[in-house]
């Protein structure tokens, strides 16, 4: 299948990775790949046309830290801190949770990232197969992992879990390479330095990618510098060795400068959670320093219990005005920096190269995002209205290899009637 867009206005990466805003020419897409984008008149012939007058092309966004089937929880715990969010609501509930349970919660997810431009998800959740299975299904892209969990250096609890973890990277296929597997540790407070080890030691074979929660709290962070003589969560996964794979740390609210020095070195990236970090009064992640040190940083929206919803734009808007605001400096976090945050940023902490970016040769995963409404008129500077005025609802297309999955309110490969239903059927059993 291929492409041809026209009128549009294009957020273009040119050859230095940097932003170019194309306001007369074209992009084609072929297959799963950009092929084009210049003036109409040397543009590849194309099957279909698609005239988008009064639409920004956009990269598609990455949400760098998602706990989709969560919108079985949307907002229960409101109004709790961390551990007793998790411990008086969260795990009562997921307790209850079964593999129909879970598809069912990440379909609801796949809908709502779709429709508010989300193309790409790093997913961390239980019953990984299935939820891989869902989001290759409805066309995502997106890492999926079997959550690292080690409660007892003696004996594995919960048993068979590494070897889980391990099972479902040698052996998840995906003949499109959309969804991919990789390892994960829950967190250094929820597992031990022999499981940690042990995933360390398994991912020199397989040289997978990382997921794993690091310092979102004051509390965790301290307390891992008690329990290791000083060491913080960073220099501890330093330690076990789960660093020398491309990793990548959601929260890091309380890192410390010596943590900014390891992941700059060993390429380890952060991902702000803004909303999430908010609601649970967790802290403000030193996102200006770390860049300074030469992390990279994505952006996620972490899970519909602590956020409610899995809006990237939101996300973009709140993360600029937190760098500002606790950096005191207005020229803090430009639009430019936040969209690159929120695509190409994060693509690269999940380990992609080959998304995230408007040029010829990537994966045509885009959006296009509708300038109809009066909060996005007049479009005088493009990335800031994309980070400061555009709202999820303004997304009319989203594209993933190539695949137009929704456009102007319809799904392609979801049956939103049907999702919203069988939902209702989890809902009613789990809350009784």
Request: charged letters at 25%; a negative charge.
């Amino acid at each position: 299948m291929s492409y041809k867009f026209k009128n549009c206005i294009i957020l273009a990466t040119d050859e230095n990775g940097i932003f170019n805003v194309l306001r007369h020419e074209v992009l084609c897409v072929k297959n799963d790949k950009i092929v084009y984008i210049g003036p109409e008149g040397d543009a590849p012939a194309c099957e279909n046309e698609k005239d988008m007058k009064g639409c920004i092309f956009m990269p598609g966004i990455v949400n760098a830290h998602c706990h989709g089937p969560m919108t079985l929880l949307r907002g229960v715990g409101g109004g709790l801190a961390l551990q007793e969010w998790l411990e008086k609501a969260i795990f009562p509930i997921e307790d209850k949770l079964t593999p129909l349970d879970v598809e069912r919660g990440e379909r609801l997810a796949v809908m709502e990232m779709l429709a508010s431009g989300v193309t790409y998800v790093s997913e961390m959740y239980d019953f990984p197969k299935t939820t891989g299975m869902v989001l290759k299904e409805t066309g995502m892209r997106a890492n999926i992992c079997r959550v690292g969990l080690s409660f007892s250096e003696e004996t594995q609890i919960p048993p068979g879990r590494f070897e889980e973890c391990v099972e479902l990277v040698r052996d998840w296929k995906d003949p499109d390479d959309r969804v991919r597997a990789e390892f994960c540790l829950h967190s250094e407070y929820l597992t031990n330095e022999g499981f940690a080890r042990k995933i360390a030691e398994a991912n020199h074979d397989y040289k997978a990618t990382v997921n794993i929660h690091v310092s979102e709290t004051k509390k965790e962070h301290e307390e891992c510098k008690a329990r290791h003589a000083g060491l913080t969560p960073i220099a501890y996964l330093e330690k076990c060795g789960i660093l020398d794979n491309r990793t990548y740390a959601a929260h890091c609210v309380w890192v410390e400068p010596q943590d900014m020095e390891i992941m700059a070195a060993k390429g380890t990236s952060a991902v702000f959670n803004p909303s999430s970090n908010c609601k649970l009064a967790s802290g403000f992640a030193p996102i200006t320093a770390l860049k300074k040190a030469g992390v990279n940083v994505g952006i996620g929206t972490d899970g519909t219990a602590s956020n409610d919803n899995l809006n990237m734009f939101e996300e973009m808007h709140l993360a600029s005005l937190l760098i500002k605001n606790t950096g005191r400096d207005a020229t803090l976090a430009t639009a430019e920096e936040i969209l690159k945050m929120a695509t190409v940023n994060g693509a690269r902490a999940m380990g992609r190269t080959d998304t995230g970016e408007l040029k010829c040769g990537m994966k045509a995963d885009i959006i296009a995002v509708s300038l109809d409404k009066p909060h996005m008129f007049p479009a005088f500077d493009i990335p800031n209205i994309l980070v400061y005025s555009a709202q999820a609802s303004d997304v009319v297309m989203t594209m993933v290899d190539g695949r137009i999955l929704y456009e102007n309110g319809e799904y392609t490969t979801l049956d939103a009637e049907k999702v919203k239903a069988e939902m209702q059927e989890s809902l009613n059993r789990i809350y009784n």
